[in-house]
T-cell receptor, first 116, second 114 residues
């Protein structure tokens, strides 16, 4: 079974500041990990994914995340926040165990606000 | 860019009524999913669908729920007799093929049950 914990339901940063959104997972098998973003009135958009290749994953819009197995973490970072980054961010895990099913387990989400 | 589209964007219904939420997945995708998010809670898996049959469903997906792909393009979620606790945002998603690792989500349909 898999689970995801996102620490902090709401993170507020100033424009230009570092963005750090935390995600910890548990999985009984090697995981695939994802970050999705949801802008207001839009669907879930994939930001980046970890699929057992490089542990530092670069995504769209300048975001990146590092898979740390020892810490069971997959925190999302961006060096400099932009106003357009304001959105809700979801971390998700899927078991890397083959098969045709694709059940993602999501965290509760973190709402990012960016202050001018 | 191809996208998953969902209708309606928002539906308000009375408890006990039937609701059908519609999704048009990306045209060459083969795997289809419904997820839901109750306000303030996690996005939860409901059901996956492949080759015209359910491949996996969660414990949430009880006899009140059904899915079908009636015409080869639409993918629908039906709730036969809605309950207050069915109020949520329902997301449709699709995936290209086995091993394809990205789910493409629609914008969601917000269901409000009064």
């Amino acid at each position: 079974a898999q689970s995801v914990t996102q620490l902090g339901s709401h993170v507020s940063v100033s424009e230009g500041a570092l963005v750090l959104l935390r995600c910890n997972y548990s999985s009984s098998v090697p995981p695939y990990l994802f970050w999705y973003v949801q802008y207001p009135n839009q669907g879930l958009q994939l930001l980046l994914k970890y699929t057992s290749a490089a542990t530092l994953v670069k995504g769209i819009n300048g975001f990146e995340a590092e898979f740390k197995k020892s810490e069971t973490s997959f925190h999302l970072t961006k060096p400099s926040a932009h106003m357009s980054d304001a959105a809700e961010y979801f971390c998700a895990v899927r078991a890397n165990s083959g098969g045709s099913n694709y059940k993602l387990t999501f965290g509760k989400g973190t709402l990012l606000t960016v202050n001018p | 860019e191809p996208e998953v589209t969902q209708t309606p964007s928002h539906q308000v219904t009375q408890m006990g009524q039937e609701v059908i939420l519609r999704c048009v997945p990306i045209s060459n995708h083969l795997y289809f999913y419904w997820y839901r998010q109750i306000l303030g809670q996690k996005v939860e898996f409901l059901v996956s669908f492949y080759n015209n049959e359910i491949s996996e469903k969660s414990e949430i997906f009880d006899d009140q729920f059904s899915v079908e792909r009636p015409d080869g393009s639409n993918f629908t979620l039906k709730i036969r007799s809605t309950k207050l606790e069915d109020s949520a945002m329902y997301f449709c998603a699709s995936r290209l093929r086995q091993g394809g690792r990205e789910l493409f989500f629609g914008e969601g349909s917000r269901l409000t049950v009064l």
